[in-house]
């Protein structure tokens, strides 16, 4: 299995999506809609099986959300050594501050974000326009 980079993903209410990318850019996170992810090759597609899956797996609780957004929620810089490709390599397991920063942040558009409380690797390769992720 090549690099991985964790992310939590997440179902985001269309007209919130603005407002959570920004709150968690200032504790150095990103967030990436994964229709327009860049590193993602058939956007559409992927963001309909993900959203699907994610709500299915709820069996009825998140019926809400079946129009809403998925999207990663990775870890910056901050929380990461970057090897000389771009590639992420942690210096070791990523730290509980991160995850707690991202619970909380998460926390603050509860009724607007759903999502479950782990992470997930999403498979990374440094390429010359992106050098930190992209998705086979």
């Not at 990374?124 to 992720?133: N, V």
């Amino acid at each position: 299995m090549g690099p991985r980079h964790l992310v939590a993903t997440v179902l985001v209410a269309p007209d919130v999506v603005q407002d959570l990318e920004l709150r968690v850019m200032t504790d150095d996170m990103w967030l990436w809609p994964v229709r327009s992810a860049p590193v993602v090759v058939d956007g559409a597609r992927m963001e309909f099986q993900l959203r699907r899956r994610l709500i299915e797996q709820r069996r009825g609780a998140w019926d809400d959300a079946s129009d809403w957004t998925p999207a990663w929620i990775g870890f910056g810089a901050a929380w990461h050594e970057f090897g000389p490709e771009g590639n992420a390599r942690p210096s070791g397991p990523l730290p509980w501050a991160a995850h707690q920063r991202l619970w909380s942040a998460l926390a603050e558009f509860e009724s607007s974000v759903r999502y479950r409380r782990r992470l997930n690797g999403i498979p990374t390769e440094p390429t010359a326009e992106w050098p930190g992720l992209n998705l086979r």
